[in-house]
């Protein structure tokens, strides 16, 4: 069996985050979740449970939002010239 092309396996990675990503958006857990924080039952040390777990899930969210934006942002200086503004700049 041939290796793959460099090019083609990183399109196949970058689908396969992409195709993550928009599943995990498409699932309805989180208004099952929703449902269930309705329902009699829930003490305080469980509602903090789910609000402490809620923050993290946030904080990841938007941390994968700025790393992919961040990772566009520099695959796509790849090939470009220095910045002449930047030239003290560690590389």
Same mark, same amino acid.
């Given at each position: 069996?041939?290796?793959k092309d460099p090019v083609q396996a990183l399109q196949q990675r970058i689908n396969a985050?992409?195709?993550t990503l928009?599943?995990?958006a498409?699932?309805?857990e989180l208004e099952e979740l929703v449902r269930l924080v309705h329902a009699p039952g829930w003490? %305080? #040390?469980e509602r903090a449970l789910v609000s402490t777990s809620l923050d993290q899930l946030q904080a990841l969210a938007r941390m994968? %939002? #700025?790393l992919r934006s961040e990772l566009v942002r520099v695959a796509a200086q790849v090939g470009r010239p220095p910045d002449p503004g930047n030239e003290g700049a560690a590389h």
């Open positions: 069996m041939s290796e985050v992409r195709t928009w599943e995990t498409q699932r309805d003490s %305080a #040390s994968i %939002a #700025s």
